[in-house]
C-alpha cells in the first residue's frame, strides 16, 4: 500500500502563514502528480494547488500569489506554503498523489487523512 501522512495544519491569525507537509510512503515504484485540496465545513472538496514530476505548478484563482506548492523528489514529498492567510481559507486540507506501486502497473490515486487548517483571530 501507500500511505500519505500529512502535518503543519493548526490555528493562525489573518496574515498568517502555514506550511503543509504530505509524505508518501510504502511500495511506491513512481509518484506522479501531486496535489492539495481542501473542504470547507458544508462544501465540496476542491482543488487549490498541483505539482507535476517536473516542477510545472497549477494554482486555484483563490490563491494565486498567496500559496506555493513544491516537491521533493528524493522524499517523495509535496509542501503548501501558504502566506497571507485569510479566515476564508479555513477548511480541512487533503493531498493528493498519483503512484505506481510497481514497474509496469496502473496509476492510483492516494489521498491522506486531511490537516484541519484554521484562519482565526
Known amino acids: 500500500q501507500v500511505q500519505l501522512v500529512e502535518s503543519g495544519g493548526g490555528l493562525v491569525q489573518p496574515g498568517g502563514s502555514l506550511r503543509l507537509s504530505c509524505a508518501a510512503s510504502?511500495?511506491?515504484?513512481?509518484?506522479?502528480?501531486m496535489g492539495w485540496y481542501r473542504q470547507a465545513p458544508g462544501k465540496q472538496r476542491e482543488l487549490a494547488a498541483t505539482i507535476t514530476v517536473g516542477g510545472f505548478t497549477n494554482y486555484a484563482d483563490f490563491v494565486k500569489g498567496r500559496f506555493t506548492i513544491s516537491r521533493d523528489n528524493g522524499k517523495n514529498t509535496v509542501y503548501l506554503q501558504m502566506n497571507s492567510l485569510k479566515p476564508e481559507d479555513t477548511a480541512v486540507y487533503y493531498c493528493?498523489?498519483?503512484?505506481?506501486?510497481?514497474?509496469?502497473?496502473?496509476?492510483?490515486?492516494?489521498w491522506g487523512q486531511g490537516t484541519q487548517v484554521t484562519v482565526s483571530s
Open positions: 493528493r498523489v498519483y503512484a505506481t506501486r510497481y514497474a509496469g502497473s496502473s496509476w492510483t490515486q492516494y
Open positions: 510504502g511500495t511506491i515504484f513512481s509518484i506522479g502528480v
